[in-house]
């Protein structure tokens, strides 16, 4: 058996055991492992909690790409900052937000479909919202022993070189399930910031939401202004580590 097939087998013996009967679980992971373990950087986007509309497998959700529309910002986001990430670290191309929505712009089913199958994504609270996100909820379900001897688990198996924590709360509830590993060379911007996680030699990136916006409206010049901060810390961080 190949290490792919071996990781994929394990994730999905560690998700049928999580899952068992919880018809609200919604599976998640690594999108496509053909494409996943191909790329010179393994990409891992952390988020708080399941959303409602993705059916029962964020992957396939991800995977199929058709029901993503264009003012979905956390998958809009998402799709950009892979595509600008891999270019930067595979080819050494560091493109500008407007070159990756120009790419966007000519097939954007496709273009969910190319650069969110290159990547994993983990929610740290496995099951929808029943009403308004609540974060006393989501913090209880990561801090349950059990989950999170499962989350610690699935993290072990993405095993990913880029980590992605996506609010604050994310971090905090990351930084416990990580305790044993501190942040070196930390990299602060107005809108991400970075370190080198000392036991595994991983770059983490720590933000907002992929949701969020930063005015009334989100505009380009926002986009621009995010998305800048973030190549700004991962360049620091990749000549640093």
């Known amino acids: 058996m190949s290490i792919t097939s071996s990781v994929m087998t394990n ?13 609200d679980f919604v599976c998640d992971g690594i999108v496509d492992s053909s494409q996943f373990f191909t790329e010179k950087v393994k990409l891992l986007f952390v988020l708080k909690e399941a ?10 959700y991800l995977r199929e790409s058709s029901e993503i529309t264009t003012q979905n910002l956390t998958w ?3 799709a950009k ?3 600008g990430i ?5 080819y050494n191309r560091l493109f500008t937000w407007h070159q ?12 969910y479909k190319k650069w969110l199958s290159k990547v994993s994504v983990v929610n740290l609270k496995k099951t929808p919202p029943k009403g308004p996100s609540r974060l006393e909820d989501i913090k209880a379900y990561s801090e349950d022993p059990l989950n999170r001897e499962y989350l610690k688990k699935q993290f072990e198996l993405i095993d ?5 924590l996506a609010s604050e709360v994310v971090e905090s509830l990351y930084r416990e399930l990580s305790s044993d590993s501190l942040p070196l060379n930390v990299v602060v911007t107005p809108h991400v910031k970075g370190w080198i996680e000392g036991e595994t030699n991983r770059l983490v990136l720590s933000t907002y939401h992929l949701s969020d916006t930063l005015c009334d409206e989100p505009n380009e010049v926002e986009h621009q202004l995010w998305y800048r901060d973030m190549m700004e810390v991962l360049s620091r961080l990749g000549r640093n580590g």
Do not use: C, H, S
């Open 51 to 60: 959303d409602k509309g993705v059916g029962t497998d964020l992957r396939a």
């Open 100 to 111: 990756l929505t120009e790419e966007y712009l000519k097939n954007p089913a496709e273009y």
């Open 81 to 83: 900052w892979t595509d």
């Open 160 to 164: 990913p070189d880029i980590i992605i």
């Open 86 to 90: 891999i270019n930067f670290f595979e």
């Open 11 to 23: 994730m999905d013996q560690l998700l049928a055991t999580w899952r068992q009967d919880d018809q």
């Open 76 to 78: 809009l986001r998402a």
